[in-house]
T-cell receptor
Framework: DTGVSQDPRHKITKRGQNVTFRCDPI?????LYWYRQTLGQGPEFLTY????????KSRLLSDRFSAERPKGSFSTLEIQRTEQGDSAMYLC???????????????FGSGTRLTVV | AQKVTQAQTEISVVEKEDVTLDCVYE???????LFWYKQPPSGELVFLIR??????QNEISGRYSWNFQKSTSSFNFTITASQVVDSAVYFC?????????????FGQGTRLTINP
């Protein structure tokens, strides 16, 4: 197990194009989270899954954004008709629910940096 | 609603100085978790500590120490004898157990620069 993997690391796209990011969580982690981080800000929650079910979506997640986690394994985040304001770092994190130990609980990937030109 | 405030946007000190990063939080949950993460220029979030709301004992890990005070809703982080490698953006975060599906709510971050 090498942690949470995100692909691609960087993506440059033209305004109006669609993009898709992938996150591979730690295999035994049943919860998966997507966050967005813009320059100079802390990460902001977008959505999360418990297994394959998407249980919560932030108001930040407009209808141009869609996330899936088929079979409760990897997840994809798609942005349709990208806008310049979508430029940000998209972070994925996973964890096991019920973790009451002193461990981190949340393991973050290295993120996908999106630039919309 | 849950909220984390890091009032210090940027801090700059000379190497070997001690530095404290402030964190104040708001939550209605009676059980919650507090975290500190480090984000170096490479971008990944590096976990530093997690503390639950029932454990107010201060913690020390090498040059790092954390002061949790429930009475003032603060969870401050001190680096003793700072080093250039400590330069990074530091985030304080809160995770509830009732509201918000245990998702992390982050502060705005404090950019720490340690000058040689």
């Amino acid at each position: 197990d090498t942690g949470v993997s995100q692909d691609p690391r960087h993506k440059i796209t033209k305004r109006g194009q669609n993009v898709t990011f992938r996150c591979d969580p730690i295999s035994e982690h049943n919860r998966l989270y997507w966050y967005r981080q813009t320059l100079g800000q802390g990460p902001e929650f977008l959505t999360y899954f418990q297994n394959e079910a998407q249980l919560e979506k932030s108001r930040l997640l407009s209808d141009r954004f869609s996330a899936e986690r088929p079979k409760g394994s990897f997840s994809t985040l798609e942005i349709q008709r990208t806008e310049q304001g979508d430029s940000a770092m998209y972070l994925c994190a996973s964890r096991v629910i019920g973790d009451r130990g002193r461990s981190n609980g949340y393991t973050f990937g290295s993120g996908t940096r999106l630039t919309v030109v | 609603a849950q909220k984390v405030t890091q009032a210090q946007t940027e801090i700059s000190v000379v190497e070997k100085e001690d530095v404290t990063l402030d964190c104040v939080y708001e939550t209605r949950d009676t059980t919650y978790y507090l975290f500190w993460y480090k984000q170096p220029p490479s971008g990944e979030l590096v976990f530093l500590i997690r503390r639950n709301s029932f454990d107010e004992q201060n913690e020390i890990s090498g040059r790092y120490s954390w002061n949790f005070q429930k009475s003032t809703s603060s969870f401050n982080f001190t680096i003793t004898a700072s080093q250039v490698v400590d330069s990074a953006v530091y985030f304080c975060a809160l995770s509830g157990t009732i509201q918000g599906a245990q998702k992390l709510v982050f502060g705005q971050g404090t950019r720490l620069t340690i000058n040689p």
